[in-house]
């Protein structure tokens, strides 16, 4: 069954980076899209950014644009999200979501992990 | 942008009601709307996408309907487990972007 499995998350200084992983198993990884989505404490969903199957094209959302890079290793089966310059407002749960076959929907999900920014 | 709204914000009702939850986008977006069920301390849980195509494994009860800018999904008859916040989601043009949820609550 498809298992996706967050690490990475923590307590961070405001300014500091932090890289999050999202290691895959039970289906091909380098066959779909992926997201990270995050949900701060209490509040609602925000998509973060998606990666396309073979890493060809990326898009973030404009509050993490500059600052968040996602990239992905297929031959390792892992989703990243390098955090850069991060602020109070980052701290959320993140989640890593993969792509259906055909949209990008989000057809399955991680546990998640949380990033807390505080000094 | 994209900008997705739900209503109600919350919705209280019993086991056995049927119950209806709106999501409206603010420019067209055609079918492509996903729902997705989050209970608390969980990852969302896929439901619907394409608008009205059910999830492998969800029970039949959830429905969705619409297309263009308005769209709703619709629980037939309330089960116990069903009580969680539930979410809209648009993959029609980057950024995607998720409603700001609604919370079904046992009246």
């Known amino acids: 069954q498809v298992q996706l499995v967050e690490s990475g998350g923590g307590v961070v200084q405001p300014g500091r980076s932090l890289r999050l992983s999202c290691a895959a198993s039970?289906?091909?990884?380098?066959?779909?899209?992926m997201h990270w989505v995050r949900q701060a404490p209490g509040k609602g969903l925000e998509w973060v950014a998606v990666i396309w199957y073979d890493g060809s094209n990326k898009n973030y959302a404009d509050s993490v644009k500059g600052r968040f890079t996602i990239s992905r290793d297929n031959s390792k089966n892992t989703l990243y999200l390098q955090m850069n310059s991060l602020r109070a407002e980052d701290t959320a749960v993140y989640y890593c979501?993969?792509?259906?076959?055909?949209?990008?929907?989000?057809?399955?999900w991680g546990q998640g992990t949380l990033v807390t920014v505080s000094s | 942008d994209i900008q997705m709204t739900q209503s109600p914000s919350t919705l209280s009702a019993s086991v056995g009601d049927r119950v209806t939850i709106t999501c409206r986008a603010s420019?067209?977006?055609?079918?492509?709307l996903a729902w997705y069920q989050q209970k608390p301390g969980k990852a969302p849980k896929l439901l619907i996408y394409?608008?009205?195509s059910l999830e492998s494994g969800v029970p039949s009860r959830f429905s969705g309907s619409g297309s263009g800018t308005e769209f709703t999904l619709t629980i037939s008859s309330l089960q116990p487990d069903d009580f969680a916040t539930f979410y809209c989601?648009?993959?029609?043009?980057?950024?995607?972007?998720f409603g700001q949820g609604t919370k079904l609550e046992i009246k």
């Open positions: 420019q067209s977006i055609s079918s492509w």
């Open positions: 989601q648009q993959y029609y043009s980057y950024p995607y972007s």
């Open positions: 394409k608008a009205s």
């Open positions: 039970g289906f091909t990884f380098s066959s779909y899209g």
């Open positions: 979501a993969s792509s259906s076959w055909y949209a990008e929907y989000f057809q399955h």
